[in-house]
Structures are given as structure tokens and as C-alpha cells.
């Protein structure tokens, strides 16, 4: 098993794209993204009922796509439970970077076999690392505040105080500066969690030891290279969702034809394009970076006119279609996602080697050691 040969550098990070995509890292985010999803949908809906919009009204006005905040007299509950559900997604999509991060790591050292079960297992033998390493970091910036907020009070104090502040100011700024530099940390430790703790299998401590060490070590290759990955995500994205459309459309042409499913085919497809991506007035924020939406829309769908009505048996067709035509827009965010975790793998066995002269593909990992033992297993029991 030969690792994969790297640069080491920014040459590295346009092989992203073409690791990316893979069935098993796409279908993860699929898995991911659909779950969240779920969550998401089901929470937002009973915040949004709990302001006293009607269930069918609710359903007419967002569809697929509730927002909390495109309605008034939201209460506490209501906006826990619709960010419940946006935490959950987000929680999800961490899962599922790791497992492609761990994937991703393993066909670097030259394993392609690593399967989604095995992926799968590693993240659930780490499963607080991801999330609990940038919330400690969370943490250590909120200590640090609250200690400013003491010591300002303490400020207060007639005559002590102003000496107090005096005396300590140079202990002040320089808490203040690491605070700052914390928060930088939280954001690397956010993108970064996932692939540290699937390349070097940390606990959350050994994470937010990690974190703090390339965000030092590496500023300027954690700023570029991120600026460099983003248009290749936003390319390969533009590409994957050319090739699905274009096949959607070339399904709309063939079937469509008068001779062949012609108007049938326009009802049940334009049906289901109308509820997956529905012509209604989102939250600003939605109407504005929904860019498979917006991509959709560019796309030349069908449509059917609202006034139209379906027979029973084109609408349970419709849906079917809309649940699949709905998969395949989340399939895209999911490939876009997929291209990311394999960058930020690729980025952090980068930032090893340049900062510590570590080559993380020669390093045995938990997978290594249990391949190594199995077949020391096997070779014992042949030789008995």
C-alpha cells in the first residue's frame, strides 16, 4: 500500500475535485444533508406553528422551505426549536466531514477500499472531538472575557481601582490580544476539526492543541489556500450541476414529445419542479443565496400553472418526482461539500509537513495497526 504522491503545496489542493468525486463521499453528504434536513424541516414547521400560522397556510407559504423569520410574533420557543433544528444539520455535516476527511486520508496513504462502514465506526469512536474542540475554544474566549468583565468592576473600586487598572494594564493587553487571537483559532478549529481529528485521530484537547498550532505556524497558507479552494469548489459545483440539468433537460425533451408523454410529462415534471423550487417570496437571506435555486430557475424548467388541475394518479407521479428531482439538488451541495472536507484533508497534511516536517501518510494510524494485525493473524493460524 503505497501513499499517494504530494506536492506538499498549493498544487495539491486542484486535486480536490477529482478525489471529491466519489459515490461513497457524496452519498455520506447525501445521507448528511437529507437527515439534518429532516430535522430542520419538521422543527421549523412547529416554531412556525407555535406563532399561530395555520399547519396548511404554513405549508402553502414556505413548502419545502420554512423559514422562522419571514413571520412575526416569534417567541422563545419557537426560535429555540427552528435553531435546534439548524444545529442539528450543522452537527450532521460535521459527522459526515470527518468520515470523508477519514476517507479521503486513508486513499491518500493508498487505501481505496476504506469503506463508508469503516468511516462510519472511526467517526463514532471520535464523535466529541469535532464539536467539543471548537466550542472549548469558545469557552477559553468567553473565560477571558468574563475575567476583562471582573477586573473592570474591580476598576470601579474608588482609588484602588484606577491604580489596579494602571499597574495591570499591560496583563489587560495582552489578554486582550490572546482573545482575539482566540477567536481567529475558533474559525480554523471550526473548518479544520474534522480533518485533524481524522488525519491525526485526536482527542479534543489534543484538537484545540492542533488548531492553536497551524493557526500560528500557518497564517498565510490557512488564508490562501482557502481562497484558492473556494472558486475550485464553485467551479466543480458549476460543472456537476451542468451535467445533471442538462441530462434533466434532455429527459423534458425526449418524453415530452406530442407523440410520446407530451402533456402528461409537462403536468407531473412541471408539478414536481413547482414544489421543489417553488416561485414564492423567501426571506431575503433565502431569495439571495439560494444558488442551486437560483441555478434551477436559469435552467429553462417546466412549469404548470397554478390554476391547472392534476389527476390523482400524476400527482403521487409529481411527488415521487419531486422527492427524486430534490435529492439530486441536495446531491450537488453535497458534492460542493465533498470538495471542501477533501481540500481542508489535503490542506492540513500540507500544514503538518511544512511546520513540523511531518509527512502524516508514513504514520501508522488505528486503521494501520488493525490491518497489520489481522494479517499477523491470519499468518499465525496458516502456520499452525
Known sequence: MEPMKLYFD???IFRSPRLALSVKKIWLFLKANLFGFAFYWILSYLAILLTGIGFSETINKFGLYPCLYCTENTSIMSQILYWVGIAIWIISIFYACTAVSRITFRQLKGDDFYSVADARKFVKNHRYPIILSWISILLIAAFFSLGAVIFALIGKIPYVGELLFALLYIVYFFGSVFTVYTLIVFITSFIYSPAIVATMEEDTMGTVFQSYSISWSQPWRLVLYNLLLLPIVAIGIMVFQWFWFTGYKLINIIFGADWLMGTKLHNVVGWATNL??????????LRCTDSVGDAVKHQSLLSVPDSLVLSS???VAGTIVAIILFIL???????GLSILSVGETIMFTIFKKKSNDENLL???DEDGESEDSNVDNKLEESSD
Open 313 to 315: 394518479t400524476e400527482y
Open 10 to 12: 498549493f498544487r495539491d
Open 276 to 285: 421543489v423550487n417553488p416561485k414564492i417570496n423567501f426571506c431575503n437571506f
Open 362 to 364: 508514513l504514520i501508522d
Open 329 to 335: 439538488l441536495m446531491s450537488i451541495v453535497s458534492y
